[in-house]
């Protein structure tokens, strides 16, 4: 299993920017496919962004399309997600997660490894 960790939650007014790390360790980083979530108070959790093994191919919700973008960095097994333009609406838990058979970003079916959360709000 790999374990995760986020970080880089916090407040932030509305239009203003976040970036959220997740450092991954016990498992070769490389081998895993890799997105983050975000769940809202009263919501079920959603999908945010993935990014494929090697960093070639990111794939992102419609809602933050164009404001966010997901990276990775394999050697400092990490994955990064910078929030741009930031709305009320995107205040909620952000979640990475991992999944090492993930081979098509889209594929709706659950990850297998979660991390714990960073709050992130955003104030009007």
């Known amino acids: 299993q790999v374990q995760l960790v986020e970080s880089g939650g916090g407040l932030v007014q509305a239009g203003g920017s976040l970036r959220l790390s997740c450092a991954a360790s016990?498992?070769?980083?490389?081998?895993?496919?890799m997105g983050w979530f975000r769940q809202a108070p009263g919501k079920e959790r959603e999908f945010v962004a993935a990014?494929?093994?090697?960093?070639?191919?990111?794939y992102y919700a419609d809602s933050v399309k164009g404001r966010f973008t997901i990276s990775r960095d394999n050697a400092k097994n990490t994955v990064n997600l910078q929030m741009n333009s930031l709305e009320p609406e995107d205040t909620a838990v952000y979640y990475c997660?991992?999944?090492?058979?993930?081979?098509?970003?889209?594929?709706?079916?659950?990850?297998?490894?979660w991390g714990q959360g960073t709050q992130v709000t955003v104030s009007s």
């Open positions: 016990g498992r070769t980083f490389s081998n895993y496919a």
């Open positions: 990014i494929s093994r090697n960093g070639g191919s990111t």
């Open positions: 997660a991992a999944d090492r058979n993930r081979v098509v970003l889209s594929d709706t079916r659950p990850y297998t490894n």
